[in-house]
């Protein structure tokens, strides 16, 4: 009885005990990282990545240490995102500053009563300089800010690299593990966006981006000695990490911890599928197979209708899954390759085609064996042809969730402007 009694204050108490702890401060969770990459058909990388520190210790950071994963990679450019902070007046009054012999006010002044710092906009950009050190699978950056970031306040650092360390390629097949910087703080969040350049073709992505129409190189042309102000790197920054055909995000990284984002690419679409294709075409011989036997085997037992249904149905459920399987194709293929007023028109076209065949193949050979050998036969064999339609959609299911790249979070401890990495990747 007395544990039963200790038990119950325990759990009246420990709620107001959890009521009084201090809160967590929510600036301290750490650092966002943001990363725009793009592969091309050397096997190379492009990548812009955007670090935003944030101080929330009471000295400056005047420098920041990055480790780079891999050996094999050229560091294009290093710049510091800075917003120069100006004070304005919120709200001004008029006081007097002179009276005379009678107490009344010969000369009034304004003066401001709340002053209040906004940020100028665009930042300011400057070209960084960095100390380099190589490790065994790894280099060390350890960058020189030219504008320190200050206690409570943040600042940016943008990297534009390339490398060979993430890609390798096999019979006309690019598979790449992208890796993210490591640094020495807590990162609260992380997003990388992933792309191609445009004659290639990338696994599990259907959407399409719309791009900036500016360049890096020329943007990053401006930030040089004393630094200046671009609208074109402003633009450039502002959409790292958020425009790709593939977006992958993680959060609450320890420090010199990374994320990893693997996935496949190539310039045909038959090398890019052609392992689901080939489980298909086996799938598709094997049941064609045994559907022909038993097809076989009910003509020569004619008293044999279970046979001959099963058969039929195997059949039509070839049928089905092969037309459904080249109205995917002819879907992807008119959402990649047609504008979007005419994709969608065509689209709608497709699927109301594929709806209309695909009753046309449950019912036509159910309808056929009715007629010829009975209407309860005719029945059952719509009844089997929708089972193994069901069984049909499960198998795919399980292929295609089998086959989808799905990385998630691989942790090792310790939307991004296409056209202007691309114009980089290009030199």
Not at 319 to 341: E, M, P
Not at 369 to 382: R, S
Request: net charge neutral; with cysteine.
């Amino acid at each position: 009885m007395k544990k039963v009694v200790l038990i119950l204050l325990a759990i009246m108490i420990l709620p107001l005990v959890l009521a009084i702890m201090p809160v967590p401060d929510q600036n301290s969770f750490g650092q966002d990282q943001y990363y725009g990459v793009v592969f091309d058909k050397e096997g190379e990388a492009a990548v812009a990545a955007k670090i935003t520190y944030y101080n929330s210790g009471s000295e400056d950071i005047n420098e920041v240490v990055i480790e780079l994963p891999g050996t094999n990679h050229r560091m294009v450019s290093i710049l510091q995102e800075y917003y120069v902070k100006e004070k304005r007046c919120s709200y001004w009054e008029e006081v007097c500053f002179k009276t005379d012999s009678n107490g009344f006010c010969e000369e009034f002044k304004k003066q401001c009563n709340n002053w209040y710092e906004y940020q100028v906009y665009p930042p300011y950009y400057y070209s960084l300089k960095s100390d380099k050190e190589e490790l065994s699978n790894s280099v060390k950056y350890t960058i020189k800010l030219e504008k320190p970031i200050k206690s409570q306040e943040s600042g940016s650092v943008i990297l534009y690299y390339k490398s060979k360390d993430y890609v390798e390629s096999s019979f006309g097949v690019y598979r790449f593990g992208f890796e993210t910087l490591k640094i020495p703080y807590d990162t609260k969040s992380m997003t990388v966006a992933v792309d191609v350049v445009d004659d290639l073709k990338m696994s599990d992505t259907n959407s399409q981006t719309q791009y900036l129409d500016v360049s890096y190189d020329k943007a990053a042309s401006f930030a040089v000695g004393e630094g200046a102000q671009s609208d074109e790197l402003y633009r450039f920054s502002n959409n790292i990490g958020y425009n790709g055909q593939r977006l992958e995000t993680t959060s609450n990284l320890d420090p010199w911890e990374s994320f990893k984002v693997t996935g496949k690419y190539s310039s045909s679409w038959f090398n890019l599928h052609k392992g689901s294709i080939l489980i298909w075409v086996l799938v598709a011989l094997v049941v064609i197979g045994g559907a022909v036997l038993l097809i076989k085997k009910g003509l020569k037992k004619q008293t044999s209708p279970a046979l001959r249904i099963i058969g039929t149905s195997l059949v039509s459920t070839i049928v089905l899954g092969g037309l459904w399987f080249l109205a995917k194709v002819l879907y992807d293929f008119v959402r990649n390759n047609l504008y979007y007023q005419y994709s969608s028109l065509v689209g709608i076209l497709i699927i109301t085609l594929t709806v209309i065949l695909s009753l046309a193949i449950w019912i036509v050979p159910a309808v056929f064996i009715g007629m010829k050998y009975g209407v309860k036969e005719g029945i059952w064999t719509v009844i089997a042809t929708i089972g193994f339609t069901l069984i049909l959609v499960v198998i795919a299911m399980i292929i295609i969730f089998s086959l989808k790249q799905n990385p998630g979070p691989v942790y090792y401890g310790g939307a991004m402007v296409k056209d202007a990495i691309t114009a980089g990747a290009a030199e």
